[in-house]
Structures are given as C-alpha cells and as structure tokens.
C-alpha cells in the first residue's frame, strides 16, 4: 500500500506491513494447497528455509537495491516476498539483466535511502562491497550490506517497524496503486 508506506515510520506504515504480511500467508498457503490438489509437493516459506531475494532476482522478478530490498520493475521495493518450493513441472525464468543493470546504477548514485535511515544502517559507500557489515550478513558477495541490527533497532525504539527506505526510493514511484482483481490476475 503505497499511502501506507508514505507514512513511514508512523504506525499507518507498520500497519500497511502487517496486512501485507497477513495476506501473503494466505497467498502462500492458497498455492501450497492448489499444487498440492495437482498432485504435487509444495513447501511454503516465508522468511524462512532459503533467503527469498536471490531467488527472486533469479526468477526474474527483479534486483537487489542499495536497501537490501527486493526492487521490481512494477512496485519497486513495495513487495513482500515468499516462496513455495515444489516438484511440479514448471517453465523457467532468468534474471532481469536489463533491470538489474537499471537498479545497479541508479543505487550506486542515489542515496536517499541511506540519508533517510535514520539509525545509518544502510550504507553510503559507493560501490558495493564483498564484506557484511553486521554479524547476521552472509558476507562473500557483491552487493551494498545493511546492518540490520542497527535497522532492528531502530524498530524497537519506534515501538514498530520503519520504511523510511521503501517510502523514499525512486523506484517506488512506480505503479503507485493495484486493484485487487490486478493483482489476482498477475499470478
């Protein structure tokens, strides 16, 4: 929810996550089901199991931002993500390349993300790096790190969770409002 996020870090915007978070529980729990009637395996996961972004940005659905959010082209850092693991017979995607190269540049220039952090977990470095900058990073690949201690934090002291980053990316900007029977369509 877009005038949910722009609220951030207010409650409207802890709110707006938690809806989204109730409603993908359903969601995921729906698609376990349906594979499942076909006959098929399905495990649902939703921050668990596997990290969910490296394998979002392999199926195509976008690229990893100066955040260390997902950023699709249709929502920008605006989704929250699961995932069902399953044996059923699917068609593969690749990566975005196109978008990820669209991503890759405009963090390396724009840092409203990190200047609207306001515990300064999100980094201001140039270029990504190999390092993680906390202990609960996986570091040894590419990417800008985000202290999520520092950001876990930040939620504990606003009795809530925060979204500055979300309501200030760019990329945000896009596809501002969904319908519901939209975004039943799209899966």
């Keep these: 929810n877009s005038d949910g996020i722009a609220t951030a870090p207010a409650q409207p915007s802890s709110a707006s996550t938690a809806i989204a978070y109730s409603k993908m529980a359903f969601l995921i729990?729906?698609?376990?089901?349906?594979?499942?009637?076909?006959?098929?395996?399905?495990?649902?996961?939703?921050?668990?199991?596997?990290?969910?972004?490296?394998?979002?940005?392999?199926?195509?659905?976008?690229?990893?931002?100066?955040?260390?959010?997902?950023?699709?082209?249709?929502?920008?850092p605006r989704v929250r993500i699961c995932k069902v693991f399953t044996d059923l017979p699917l068609k593969s995607d690749i990566p975005n390349s196109k978008f990820i190269e669209i991503v890759d540049k405009t963090c390396r220039d724009c840092y409203k993300c990190a200047d609207a952090c306001e515990n300064g977990a999100i980094t201001k470095e140039r270029e990504p790096s190999f390092k993680g900058d906390?202990?609960?990073?996986?570091?040894?690949?590419?990417?800008?790190?985000?202290?999520v201690e520092k950001c876990f934090e930040f939620w504990v002291e606003n009795s809530g969770d925060c979204g500055n980053c979300i309501a200030v990316c760019p990329f945000s900007k896009i596809n501002k409002s969904i319908t519901p029977?939209?975004?039943?369509?799209k899966i």
């Design 181 to 185: 029977s939209e975004f039943w369509n």
């Design 29 to 76: 729990a729906c698609v376990g089901e349906f594979i499942r009637n076909l006959g098929y395996r399905a495990i649902q996961c939703g921050n668990d199991t596997a990290l969910s972004i490296p394998l979002a940005i392999d199926a195509g659905l976008g690229a990893l931002g100066r955040s260390g959010l997902l950023i699709t082209p249709e929502y920008g």
């Design 134 to 147: 906390s202990s609960s990073n996986n570091p040894g690949i590419r990417k800008y790190y985000v202290n």
